[in-house]
T-cell receptor, first 112, second 112 residues
Framework: NAGVTQTPKFQVLKTGQSMTLQCAQDMNHEYMSWYRQDPGMGLRLIHYSVGAGITDQGEVPNGYNVSRSTTEDFPLRLLSAAPSQTSVYFC???????????FGPGTRLTVT | GENVEQHPSTLSVQEGDSAVIKCTYSDSASNYFPWYKQELGKGPQLIIDIRSNVGEKKDQRIAVTLNKTAKHFSLHITETQPEDSAVYFCAASRTGFQKLVFGTGTRLLVSP
């Protein structure tokens, strides 16, 4: 049972490049989320999903796309990276009975 | 929407002392209040949570109290140990939603 896994751990992009942050969980959780963490601002919700095929926007969705084709995977896509997207990104899955969120180890993204 | 404020931003204590971190929230409909511990380079990990039908919850050296009238909740750590040093986040949400709103975090340093 690996829990929530994220790849890559580190990434450097140039402004305008695109990339996909991968997230997978093996706990069969329906709910998954993406957060970004910036200094002094805590964690802010980007997008979330309540099951395969269903996604919705969180607090800071602009510049990010998501899709959920399987229960296990919830990738986050940056279509055209901007320096303002420099952050640490965390994926989480939620146990629907206990409401405990399990976070992945994070991806540190730098956009130059 | 919900807004969560957390204080203090940093807290230094001596080993064996108690530590208290306080949070206030704005949405009276919020009824799930978790606390997360984040160690350097890792994702947040749930340490304790409380629901609105309970005023206090304890788990060994950790306790959380909730005052729904005043819309604030607090984390209490007794007999602190150096391994308690980390960043602690409070959060709030409505039960059934995974849209957690986080506080800005408290960096706790426990000196031997």
């Amino acid at each position: 049972n690996a829990g929530v896994t994220q790849t890559p751990k580190f990434q450097v992009l140039k402004t305008g490049q695109s990339m996909t942050l991968q997230c997978a969980q093996d706990m069969n959780h329906e709910y998954m989320s993406w957060y970004r963490q910036d200094p002094g601002m805590g964690l802010r919700l980007i997008h979330y999903s309540v099951g395969a095929g269903i996604t919705d926007q969180g607090e800071v969705p602009n510049g990010y796309n998501v899709s959920r084709s399987t229960t296990e995977d919830f990738p986050l896509r940056l279509l055209s990276a901007a320096p303002s997207q420099t952050s640490v990104y965390f994926c989480a899955s939620l146990d629907g009975s206990s409401y405990e969120q399990y976070f992945g180890p994070g991806t540190r993204l730098t956009v130059t | 929407g919900e807004n969560v404020e957390q204080h203090p931003s940093t807290l230094s204590v001596q080993e064996g002392d108690s530590a208290v971190i306080k949070c206030t929230y704005s949405d009276s409909a919020s009824n799930y209040f978790p606390w997360y511990k984040q160690e350097l380079g890792k994702g947040p990990q749930l340490i304790i949570d409380i629901r609105s039908n309970v005023g206090e919850k304890k788990d060994q050296r950790i306790a959380v109290t909730l005052n729904k009238t005043a819309k604030h909740f607090s984390l209490h750590i007794t007999e602190t140990q150096p391994e308690d040093s980390a960043v602690y986040f409070c959060a709030a949400s409505r039960t059934g939603f995974q849209k957690l709103v986080f506080g800005t975090g408290t960096r706790l340093l426990v000196s031997p």
